[in-house]
């Protein structure tokens, strides 16, 4: 008898590296390709002003190649990070890569907070006050709910 609900996360289907030949991961690939050579013809070319007596090229002619550096080091760690995610699955609550509730020191963990009752002896004008306050964070809150998903950024 096999324990289906023991065993972890499912394994995926097929190679976990066939995300990179997708046409977006190509272009990005491409993208990285052309922008490294850029970089390095670029410092070829502050290499050869700085020959020709230009002083302030001798620091382009470094730091070129070190922003390409740069980029391949940003893309390798891409690549590593997407990896991960394909292999292991989205982490946290709801697929998303934040921190869980336990990583957080408990002073800025999040509470819920139920509604309270106000006594008869509660001002007017407070409540009005609390109730405006209210609305205005129920409205922020449904503007981060919503943010990011006109772009599709979110699922």
């Not at 190649?65 to 980029?71: I, N, R, T």
């Not at 893309?75 to 990070?81: E, F, Q, V």
Request: net charge negative; aromatic share 12%; with cysteine.
């Amino acid at each position: 008898m096999e324990n289906a609900g023991l065993a972890g996360p499912a394994a995926p289907a097929g190679p976990v590296w066939r995300f990179l030949i997708q046409p977006r991961w190509l272009g990005w690939h491409v993208l990285m390709v052309v922008s490294c050579w850029g970089m390095l013809w670029l410092g070829d070319w502050q290499f050869h002003r700085a020959i020709a007596g230009n002083g302030l090229s001798w620091a382009y002619t470094f730091e070129w190649p070190l922003f390409a550096g740069f980029a391949v080091v940003f893309w390798a760690k891409t690549i590593k990070d997407e990896f991960r995610i394909k292999r292991d699955g989205p982490s946290g609550p709801a697929g998303d890569l934040a921190l869980g509730q336990d990583d957080l020191p408990v002073s800025v963990r999040p509470v819920q907070v139920s509604a309270v009752q106000t006594g008869a002896g509660a001002e007017d004008d407070e409540d009005e006050e609390l109730s405006a306050y209210n609305a205005y964070l129920a409205r922020l809150n449904a503007e981060v709910k919503r943010h990011g998903k006109w772009h599709g950024l979110r699922n």
